[in-house]
């Protein structure tokens, strides 16, 4: 069965520092793996996606993600990190399938220091 | 455009009431899911339509949980004899199509207490 950890699930990050967000997953073969941020009071947001290709994966608001078969990991990194981008952020994998089914990590909850 | 809608916005009910969650997905998306979040804990698939099929419910848990949609617009959850152990916020999600590939779109959540 699929599954995501997030091992970590509160981290504090002072502003300008960099981040990176811990995620493993569970599947036989190779998943479809999102990054999902979750703001207070808001709907979740797509940050990234990966499905095949170059697995160093860019996305919105200068967040990156590698997916990296051999430990099973799609972390989330950002090299410098920004008051508003204190939120909730979830991890996810999706088969190759055609039910579009997402099974979601735990989640990270981040929050920046000043 | 508008995104996915959810309605209520918050819902306190007495343990064994009926309550209905409705979701208005993004026009012209066929795919519609339903999710469950606890508190302090990721989302949970409850089940997905699409149009006005739900090909897949395994996530619904128990039989006092039960979806329609119409068409390929409305939604509706309906938890009968609400638990205690029903309280979390549920998630709406729609997309373009039904692959994995195909981004998921969520609302804002329904925010669902049972006292």
């Known amino acids: 069965a699929q599954s995501v950890t997030q091992p970590d699930i509160h981290i504090t990050v002072s502003e300008g520092a960099s981040l990176e967000l811990r995620c493993n997953y569970s599947?036989?073969?190779?998943?479809?793996l999102f990054w999902y941020v979750q703001s207070p009071g808001q709907g979740l947001q797509l940050l990234l996606k990966?499905?095949?290709?170059?697995?160093l994966v860019q996305g919105i608001k200068g967040f990156e993600a590698e997916f990296k078969r051999s430990q099973s990991s799609f972390n989330l990194r950002k090299p410098s990190v920004h008051w508003s981008d204190a939120a909730e952020y979830f991890c996810?994998?999706?088969?190759?399938?055609?039910?579009?089914?997402?099974?979601f990590g735990q989640g990270t909850t981040l929050q920046v220091k000043p | 455009g508008a995104g996915v809608s959810q309605s209520p916005s918050n819902k306190v009910t007495e343990k064994g009431k009926d309550v209905e969650l409705r979701c208005d997905p993004i026009s012209g998306h066929t795919a519609l899911y339903w999710y469950r979040q606890r508190l302090g804990q990721g989302l949970e698939f409850l089940i997905y339509?699409?149009?006005?099929?739900?090909?897949?419910k395994s996530g619904l848990p128990s039989d006092r949980f039960s979806a329609e949609r119409t068409g390929e617009s409305v939604s509706t959850l309906t938890i009968q004899r609400t638990q205690q152990e029903d309280s979390a916020v549920y998630l709406c999600?729609?997309?373009?199509?039904?692959?994995?590939?195909?981004?998921?779109?969520f609302g804002p959540g329904t925010r669902l207490t049972v006292l």
């Open positions: 339509f699409q149009g006005n099929s739900a090909p897949d």
């Open positions: 990966y499905f095949s290709g170059d697995t």
């Open positions: 599947y036989g073969a190779t998943p479809y």
């Open positions: 996810a994998v999706g088969a190759p399938s055609n039910t579009g089914k997402l099974i």
């Open positions: 999600a729609s997309s373009l199509g039904r692959l994995s590939t195909d981004t998921q779109y």
